[in-house]
C-alpha cells in the first residue's frame, strides 16, 4: 500500500484544515488507519485512529474535540478535519496503515506510512 498525504499548509491560531490521504496503490478499505503527528525535536505523537468501517474512533487526548476522523472507503481516502488550530498543533502529519484488527496509538504497530504532510500554526 502507497499512502500519499495532503492538505498541510500556514494557517493562523483557531483556523482549520482538512488533511487528506489516499492511497494510490492498493486500498486501505480494510484496514485501521491511523494519523500521527511529529513536531521539530519530538518523538512521533498518536493523533487519531478510525476502524475499517468508520464506526469506531479515536483521539489523542490534546486533539479531542477540535479533530475529527473520517474516511471515504469508496475513494480509499482517509481524512482528518482540524479545527480550533493551536501553535503546538505545527508538526508533520503522517497517515499509517494498521494491518491487524485491534486498535492500537503506538506508531510501530503500522506497517505502511504516507509521507507526511507540514501544518504550521501562527500565533
Known amino acids: 500500500v502507497q499512502l500519499q498525504a495532503s492538505g498541510g499548509g500556514l494557517v493562523q491560531t483557531g483556523g482549520s484544515l482538512r488533511l487528506s490521504c489516499a492511497a494510490s496503490?492498493?486500498?486501505?478499505?480494510?484496514?485501521?488507519m491511523g494519523w500521527f503527528r511529529q513536531a521539530p525535536g519530538k518523538e512521533h505523537e498518536f493523533v487519531s485512529a478510525?476502524?475499517?468501517?468508520?464506526?469506531?474512533?479515536y483521539y489523542g487526548d490534546s486533539v479531542k474535540g477540535r479533530f475529527t476522523i473520517s474516511r471515504d472507503n469508496a475513494e480509499d481516502t482517509v481524512y482528518l478535519q482540524m479545527n480550533s488550530l493551536k501553535p503546538e498543533d505545527t508538526a508533520v502529519y503522517y497517515c499509517?496503515?494498521?494491518?491487524?484488527?485491534?486498535?492500537?496509538?503506538?506508531?510501530?504497530?503500522?506497517?505502511?506510512w504516507g509521507q507526511g504532510t507540514l501544518v504550521t500554526v501562527s500565533s
Open positions: 478510525i476502524s475499517q468501517t468508520g464506526e469506531i474512533t
Open positions: 496503490e492498493g486500498t486501505i478499505s480494510t484496514y485501521i
Open positions: 499509517a496503515v494498521r494491518t491487524s484488527s485491534s486498535y492500537s496509538n503506538y506508531g510501530d504497530d503500522y506497517a505502511y
